[in-house]
């Protein structure tokens, strides 16, 4: 009732706190809402796509309210890079995780006690043993930060046993206000990260999930690594992430990449702990790497400046997609994906779901989502729009920032060909692959054909509409839909799909629309595009001069310190730099990304750059 008046409303302390610490000049989407009722005292849960900016929303009210912020994430390697960038900006981070010596985890127990700290980072075992809750609760705490939130989820591919236990915060804490963030949108881990964490009272911030500075393109594999090689002739010298599906792929990729004059370095779970900490290390710290992983690496990888992300084989889900995607262009700049796609992709995927210990329940939902991707890479429509509307936020016009979008494919009617190509399959008894039902279609006179009596059969020969490579591709797009399985313990052999998805195509009341294949024409004519677009960023070859330089200068910093080059500026900030070529401190001050600590540590070695040139 009778409270003491603030002296400022809590937005004006946060847009303070955005404008001299973080050196932004406004709040994004909903981050001013979030964190005024974080401000308040009340409890959330924030759904932000990564790169969104979901850290401010809490790193701005554990410095605006009293006390110590408590930031739970589940990796280490995330957690050393926040508390790094955080003190480059001036602001007292710690973290406790089992990658500290006992003296070091000693040092930072003592300015814990000694209410030293404006933000502790730690992992969520930590936090559960007895020590550290007794600790806490001898401390006075401004907030409870529970990052990649969705690791609650036991339906979710990132599920952490350790996160159940997190719901006892609001027992032991019940005055300190939670806020869980994550970048999984799909409805259903939304409510058990409510239900979990027992967030029931607090309000939940959901964002457009959108990206607008990420190209999406999916492209069905024709020689995976010349299309591999196409799309890195676009990107020389950025940091790119590509993903395969098996751990041999992933090596084999390496080595041809390496081979081919790239930097480029493994990531997998069948990799000692230290190569996988050396070679991430590798990634963040230097420029123009290639990551070459299969889905263990990136969660928590908050690099900015990843540039590309390739898939040279299907991920498992649109969420998993998504998220993978995701990591790209953080920064806001504009970054590009790849995904291409080979009916034994989908096949494989389908055994690995088949084969694994999961209940039928399960195996039926990994078999939807599955689907979900599948249409998703065999539409014509615009990607993103598929994508928004599988997360529930439907987008009411096309992109015009994707492969759909840009280079429209022409479809066609194809259930004609698909009732030949099925009844093919079927009269030779379900078992031959995609080259031989192609021979018998277009009536072609092989030893092995006769030998079978195929000649004989009324389907031999009403194929000739279409060539070769043109059935390939019918019968590569009849299996991406499920009208065709193919035989994974067998030779490849093609069988019916789903009763249910095949008899209505073969009784004509169902069309198969079918994508003309993209032609090579028109992806040369996009990679010109691409290019142009990226020199586009600067306006003369001096800014892209001055922009290496600072890059260079940001290098040789970061190396001295020993911490990644975006913790000291965004690729971003340095563009702007470029850009503006301030000449004084004021000037150089008014750059988005920098605050008065990194003004005070970097800015007349920066400025003494820009006048040089
Ligand atoms: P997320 O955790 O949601 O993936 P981050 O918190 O890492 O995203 O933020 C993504 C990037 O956007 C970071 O580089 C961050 O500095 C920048 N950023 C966040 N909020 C703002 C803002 N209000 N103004 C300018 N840049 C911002
Ligand atoms: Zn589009």
Known sequence: MNQPARLLAPLDDASAVLRHVFGFESFRG???????????????????????????????????????????????????????????????????????????????????????????YMAPERLLTNGTLELLQRCHLSLFAIDEAHCVSQWGHDFRPEYLQLALLKEYFPDVPRLALTATADAPTQNEIVDKLHLQNGRVFVTSFDRPNIFYGCAAKNNSRAQLLRFLSNHAGASGIVYCLSRAKVEETTAWLCAKG????????????????????????EDGVLMVATIAFGMG???????????????????????????????????????????????KLRNMIESSEADDKRKLLEHRKLDALVGFVSSARCRRQVLLSYFGQPLDKACGHCDSCCHPIESFDGTLAAQQALSCAYRTGQRFGAAYLTDVLIG???????????????????????????????????????????DMEGHGGLRLGDEALVRPVLRGEKPVMLRKDVHKALREEKAKKTRAAKTDAFENQEEEELFQKLRALRLDLAKKQNVPPYVIFHDSTLMAMAKARPQNLQSLALISGIGEAKLARYGALFLNALCES
């Open 30 to 120: 909903m981050q001013a809402e979030i964190i005024e009722h974080v401000i308040e005292g009340f409890d959330g849960l924030v759904l932000m796509p990564t790169g969104g900016g979901k850290s401010l929303c809490y790193q701005i009210p554990a410095l605006c309210r009293e006390g110590m912020g408590v930031v739970i994430s589940p990796l280490i390697a995330l957690m050393r890079d926040q508390v790094e960038a955080l003190r480059q900006l001036g602001v007292r981070a710690a973290m406790l995780n089992s990658s500290l010596e006992s003296s070091e985890a000693a040092d930072v127990l003592r300015t814990v006690r000694q209410n030293k700290l404006d933000l502790l």
């Open 262 to 285: 790239f930097k480029a370095f493994p990531y997998h779970a069948g990799l000692s702990h230290a190569a996988r900490a050396a070679h991430q290390d590798v990634f963040l710290k």
């Open 301 to 347: 990888i908050d690099k900015p400046d990843v540039r590309f992300v390739v898939h040279m084989d299907l991920p498992k889900s649109l969420e998993a997609y998504y998220q993978e995607t995701g990591r790209a262009g953080r920064d806001g700049l504009p970054a590009e994906t790849l995904l291409l796609y080979g009916s034994s992709d989908v096949a």
């Open 444 to 486: 072609a006179s092989s030893p092995r054909l006769q030998s079978f009596g195929h000649h004989l059969l009324p389907v031999f020969g009403i194929g000739k509409d279409f060539s070769k490579k043109e059935w390939r591709d019918i019968f590569r797009q009849l299996v991406v839909h499920g009208l065709l399985l193919v």
